[in-house]
């Protein structure tokens, strides 16, 4: 469903582009997008904790990998119940779902975006966040010594549910270290930080990120090992075939 | 008369007093709240609102406020766009959890090898052109999820559903809804509905009402007054008594935070019809001692006037609270709290009247003579007094036995009596609110809904299964409409995704469909507490009591005797073939149940015994054979895989391919292969060349191709199975055959799976073994929602009427009987009460009337305001006779004064009441001519049926009957033969002569 589900990766296992001294909020966008697509590949291990409002906690752990642009797979590691699930992401909306119970492989076609992705507070949509320059309009709201912070005005025809975000780039790293998320009618919705970035092969990721939505007082933390850039994955890995095989 | 000395005394106190709290009460008054809020009925501590409650915390909200817009075909643009509007101003509301409507909500559908998943309408994408905007009402009346409970069938109306936080004000969030409503433009015909709304509906009504009503008792009231009196201070006092104990009463309970009720609104009304007779009972007697004793004080005037009238006064407002007192033992809070401030109004009435009134009195000049009108009493009746009192003397027997067969009407209707308690139908038939839910209940099959919650594991296959069991049973109950879970959307899901509409036999099946919906919005309302909990919702399809309770106790019946508590997982493959084939058998019969919940709900009928010997012919499905069709069918599948992206192997030579699939088809047509089998023939048949670089791939395909091969084979066993079954239920209506044909198929698909369900208690002792012990599962499933407690109101309201009624009698026998000093006397003066009460019923019943939160006070103010005719009727009756009048005297003097006086009062009170059929809430309208005619039966009791049962009694507690011992005489009167009995020959003559 979502060519973007696993860009997520993007987000955080971002490289190190870096930026003279600008203020231009277009050029600062496209170089946290740059930052964040500096691998050409990349394979990580996901630990998810999602916290109700009463303090109930789930776990999911998964596997991500991705190559390019246009070929993601995520696998699931547990719950039980849900192990070894995959979703094959190759074209724009289009995604490809195994189900080992009934060992069987559904096309999943989605234009669905502003969807919590399983149960996290992340919608589909948060997790392609590496289209910023094409999706949103961004302008400096203020400068510290350390972040810029920007408005993102999502474009007219984005079909973007937020009325904007706030975002805090790291003047170093040109990561976000947090950013706000505002619903349609302009109130704070959620709240997403990135912290813990290490720089593993070269590229500078964040390996501690929580999302928090504070209207519904759920939050979401991930944790991200395992990582590994640049291995050279081989196409068969993104295909149906290869889906199966878990 | 010690205290009217205190009185008259400190009286610039006492009113200044009285003057300042009035101001007091009547500020706090502009604040006083009315609470619509059904739950506010009973007790916050009972069971079942708790559970309400918590089911409300946990699921989102329970409470619905609905937004309906009218209009030809709601598929054009505008129209849409109103609708995307309202939905995302009402998603801003911080008190709503969720909307749903059709510009947002997801939409699931099936393509080639998968499914879309979308919204229904895209974000700002509302299609403009005719030919976009048919294709979307031709889909969406497609898919039973949209109609009927988002679009109603023939697409008229469209339905924004706004679901309210437990905790927030529902009225509020109800009126800013309306007020976003109000301000988008559109030609829609606009209908407000479920319980967030009818709050909000009633409290308007409420306040209309009050604001209406009350200015029309008073002044009608006023105006009997003076016609009674002419004199404005007849007028004035006992009304200003009146209005300001309501004033306190009211403020009062506006000052300590008590809300005023559907029950409580009642208490102004009540008390200026009721209380001002206490006002009326001191002017009159004043009136009486100014015009008998010119020229003594003023004061002294009122002392003479006051002790002859305190104690009448007092034990009329004591009698009158223990009608109200008695609510105190009801379990309805609504009626406790009436029956708390209420009688609090009547001793506020009663005490005022014996301060307020002398007090102004005394400041007063007296009032003028007017002889020539001669009070309230004039002597015009006297006649048809008389014929009364004839009448009952003639006929006493006769009065008796009408009020013998009275009580047995009673005895007949009063199981018959009807109870209601659903707030809609406080409502007028062509009130706003009213067409808004008879639109919901037509259209959208109810607004109020039925919820069940289950604890369990909730992704166990065995307790999702129970779930879906139980909701197909719902589905066959009258009344019952929509039942949702998240059991129905896994089988839902599993349909989209593997073509068969049932519960996936393993958790891991569960879990990979879950998988899809986790994190959706609409899980918020399906499960809870880290899904451990769940709960399944259908809507109500009417509002009528007791068809509600005949669906909760068919649901609860259900629950108790249909559902199994521990059930056991078992892996038929496991078992010894005896054992299996119990549990196959067992599995047969749930099927037919299935299947029979599914005919029923589409309208066809099954002999209960033809699905199981039907379903046993299956035998085992593995080792059926197929024909030529089906290998068919097989090879053109098997075809499919290895052209496929998906295919483990990569055979590209076209006759290798073909070459295995023939070998695979004819493997396949006898029996079910295993995976080793598979293996064995695709290393035959391929050759090694095409897996070499990649070994495995052998063993994936023979591993995907026995799945492949297991479920089609399982699929033509069902098939043929389903068609047979839906063939044989051939009254099936069209519309429904396709949806009825999907539900079979997926209930006969339960018994082509190797993991199966079986209640713990019914695993045969010699399987135990057999059955691993973590295979344990156990669920328990509540009933909760309006429906339950609706039911519960309905038994509260029984046992409020019955136990208020018991209180009351009681309280009015120990009352009397002290009165009188005769147990006889407490006994006799009860039946024109109780007489009066079950002519109530039995008129209930005939007129079809329900018992509600405001009839059941009709029994109290017959007791209140009954007894007081009935003390009054023996009293003078009593004293009459004493004094030496004959009965038939004393009947005729008591009928002439105080019969006439109960009539008058009566009469007036009936004014009063008879006001509230101009009022717009439906009980009240129903309450006010009920008491209406409650006061004229009650008044006649009094001076019919009580006579007749003192005479025929001869009751010693009125005086000796047998007093005069020397001799009876008979005289014959006209069309009576009567018996009088005097002490002496002056009286005897003496009456004789009147009675001629």
């Known amino acids: 469903m979502y060519r973007k589900s696993c860009l997520l990766v993007l987000l955080l296992l971002g490289g190190g582009a870096t930026l003279a001294s600008a203020s231009d909020p277009v050029q600062i966008l496209q170089a946290v997008e740059d930052t964040l697509n500096a691998p050409v590949d990349r394979e990580a291990n996901l630990a998810m904790e999602l916290i109700d409002a009463k303090g109930n906690t789930k776990t999911r752990e998964l596997t991500i990998l991705q190559k390019g642009s246009d070929k993601k797979l995520i696998r699931f590691l547990s719950p039980a119940d849900v192990r070894g699930v995959g979703l094959l992401v190759l074209e724009d909306d289009v995604m490809y779902l195994y189900m080992p119970a009934f060992a069987k492989i559904r096309r999943i076609a989605s234009h669905v975006k502003n969807e919590n992705f399983m149960g996290t507070d992340f919608t589909y949509d948060d997790m392609a966040q590496s289209d910023y320059v094409e999706k949103y309009t961004p302008t400096i709201e203020d400068e510290t010594d350390q972040h810029y912070v920007l408005k993102l005005a999502p474009k007219p025809d984005s079909e973007i549910d937020y009325s904007h975000l706030v975002m805090w780039v790291n003047r170093k790293t040109m990561l976000p270290d947090k950013v706000e998320f505002y619903d349609s009618s302009a109130n704070l919705l959620k709240i997403l930080t990135q912290t813990n970035v290490q720089r593993i092969e070269g590229y500078l990721t964040p390996t501690h990120l929580e999302m928090e939505d504070v209207q519904e007082n759920h939050k979401t933390v991930m944790e991200l090992d395992n990582v590994v850039h640049d291995q050279e994955l081989p196409d068969k890995r993104f295909t149906q075939r290869y889906l199966k095989r878990f | ?996």
């Open chain 2, 1 to 996: 008369m010690r205290w009217m000395d205190y009185l008259l005394r400190l009286r610039l106190v006492i009113m200044a007093g009285v003057v300042l709290l009035t101001a007091f009460f009547a500020y706090q008054l502009t604040t006083l709240k009315i609470d619509s809020e059904i739950l506010n009925y009973l007790p916050q501590d009972d069971p079942l609102v708790i559970s309400f409650r918590e089911v409300g915390e946990r699921f989102g909200g329970n409470s619905l406020a609905m937004v309906a817009l009218e209009t030809d075909n709601i598929f054009n643009s505008r129209t849409l766009a109103r609708i995307d509007t309202l939905t995302m101003r009402f998603q801003a509301l911080p008190e709503v959890s969720q909307v749903l409507s059709l510009t947002d909500i997801l939409d699931i559908r099936k393509i080639p090898g998968g499914i879309e998943v979308g919204k229904l309408i895209r974000r700002a994408r509302i299609p403009q052109n005719p030919q976009e905007l048919d294709v979307l009402r031709d889909y969406t009346l497609s898919k039973e999820m949209y109609r009927g409970s988002l679009v109603s069938e023939n697409g008229n109306i469209a339905l924004v559903i706004v679901r309210i936080r437990e905790g927030a004000s529902k009225t509020d969030v109800a009126e800013k809804m309306k007020a976003i409503v109000k301000a988008t433009q559109g030609n829609e015909k606009v209908y407000y509905a479920g319980v967030a709304f009818q709050m909000v509906f009633l409290t308007d009504i409420i306040t209309q009402d009050l604001a209406r009503l009350v200015p029309l008792v008073t002044l009608l009231v006023s105006v009997v007054l003076y016609a009674s009196f002419r004199r404005k201070r007849a007028v004035l006092l006992p009304l200003g008594t009146v209005l300001i104990s309501t004033i306190w009463t009211l403020g009062l309970m506006s000052w300590i935070g008590v809300e005023l009720t559907i029950a409580s609104a009642a208490i102004p009304v009540l008390l200026i019809a009721v209380g001002s007779a206490y006002g009326i009972h001191i002017f009159n007697k004043y009136l009486e001692e100014s015009e008998a004793g010119e020229g003594i004080s003023r004061e002294a005037m009122m002392r003479q006037a006051m002790s002859k009238v305190a104690l009448p006064v007092v034990m009329a407002g004591v009698t009158t609270l223990i009608g109200f007192l008695a609510f105190l033992f009801s379990y309805l809070t609504i009626i406790q709290l009436f029956g708390v401030f209420a009688s609090l109004g009547v001793f506020l009435a009663t005490l005022l009247s014996l301060v307020f009134i002398p007090i102004v009195l005394s400041w007063l000049s007296p009032p003028r003579p007017r002889r020539a009108r001669k009070g309230p009493v004039a002597s015009s009746g006297n006649g048809i007094m008389d014929k009364l009192a004839d009448l009952v003397l003639a006929h006493e027997r006769l009065i008796l036995a009408g009020g013998v067969v009275l009580l047995i009407a009673a005895a007949i209707a009063i199981p018959r009596l009807r109870r209601e308690v659903n707030m809609v139908e406080y409502f007028k038939h062509d009130s706003e609110i009213r067409m808004a839910e008879d639109m919901m209940e037509a259209d959208f099959g109810g607004s109020v809904p039925i919820q069940i919650l289950v604890d369990g594991d909730i992704k166990d296959p065995l307790i999702l299964k129970q779930m879906y069991m139980l909701e197909k049973y719902l589905r066959t109950l009258p009344d019952v409409n929509d039942p949702q879970s998240v059991a129905d959307l896994i089988a839902e899901l599993n349909e989209q995704l593997n073509d068969r509409r049932t519960i996936p036999d393993t958790r891991e099946g569960v879990g990979n469909l879950w998988f899809f919906i986790e994190g959706n919005k609409v899980m918020e309302q399906l499960v809870a507490e880290n899904d451990t909990q769940a709960l399944i919702q259908a809507k109500m399809g009417t509002v009528n009591t007791s068809k509600v309770i005949a669906v909760v106790d068919s649901i609860s019946r259900y629950l108790s005797e249909e559902m199994s508590a521990d059930l056991v997982h078992v892996r038929l493959s496991a078992l010894d073939d005896s054992i299996r084939a119990d549990i196959l058998e067992r599995h047969a019969a749930e099927t037919a149940r299935m299947i029979a919940f599914d005919a029923s709900h589409y309208g066809a009928e099954f002999p209960p015994e033809y699905i199981p010997a039907l379903l046993r012919t299956t035998g085992s499905p593995s080792s059926l054979s197929f024909d030529r069709e089906q290998a068919t069918i097989m090879s053109g599948i098997l075809d499919a895989y290895f052209q496929s992206d998906e295919a483990d192997l990569v055979i590209t030579s076209e006759a290798v391919v073909q070459d295995v699939v023939a070998a695979l088809t004819k493997l396949s047509m006898e029996q079910t292969p295993t995976e080793n089998e598979i293996r064995d023939l695709l290393r035959r048949v391929i050759p090694a060349s095409f897996y070499a670089s990649d070994p495995e791939a052998v063993d994936f395909a023979a591993s995907a191709l026995t799945s492949l091969i297991q479920e089609e084979r399982y699929k033509m066993v069902v098939s043929r199975l389903t068609e047979e079954i839906v063939e044989s239920a051939g009254d099936v209506p069209e519309e429904n055959l396709q949806a009825f044909r999907r539900d079979v198929y997926g209930d006969i698909w339960c018994l082509v799976q190797d993991h199966a369900g079986v209640p713990a208690d019914a695993i045969p002792p010699r399987a135990t073994f057999q059955i691993p012990s973590a295979g344990a599962t156990s669920l328990s499933v509540t009933q909760s929602g309006m429906p339950i407690i609706f039911k519960k109101l309905d038994l509260s309201i029984l046992k409020s009427q019955a136990l208020s009624l018991l209180v009351a009698f009681t309280l009015v026998f120990l009352l009397l009987g002290f009165r009188f000093r005769s147990i006889t006397g407490g006994l006799i003066a009860l039946v024109p009460i109780a007489v009066t009460i079950m002519f109530n019923f039995v008129l209930m019943v005939a007129i079809n009337v329900p018992l509600d939160a405001v009839s059941v006070m009709i029994g109290s103010v017959a007791v209140g305001i009954g007894i007081d005719y009935t003390i009054h009727f023996l009293t003078r009756f009593q004293r009459e006779f004493q004094q030496g009048q004959s009965e038939k005297a004393a009947l005729h003097i008591t009928l002439r004064t105080t019969g006439r006086a109960i009539l008058i009062n009566a009469a007036s009170v009936m004014m009063g009441f008879l006001v509230l059929i101009l009022g717009n809430i439906v009980p009240m309208q129903r309450f006010g001519y009920l008491v209406a005619v409650t006061m004229v039966v009650s008044a006649l009791a009094s001076i019919t049926l009580l006579p007749a049962l003192v005479l025929t009694t001869r009751a010693r507690f009125i005086g000796e009957f047998d007093r005069m011992a020397e001799g009876m005489q008979r005289i014959v009167n006209g069309k009576a033969r009567l018996v009088i009995k005097t002490l002496n020959p002056d009286k005897r003559q003496k009456s004789i002569g009147e009675s001629s």
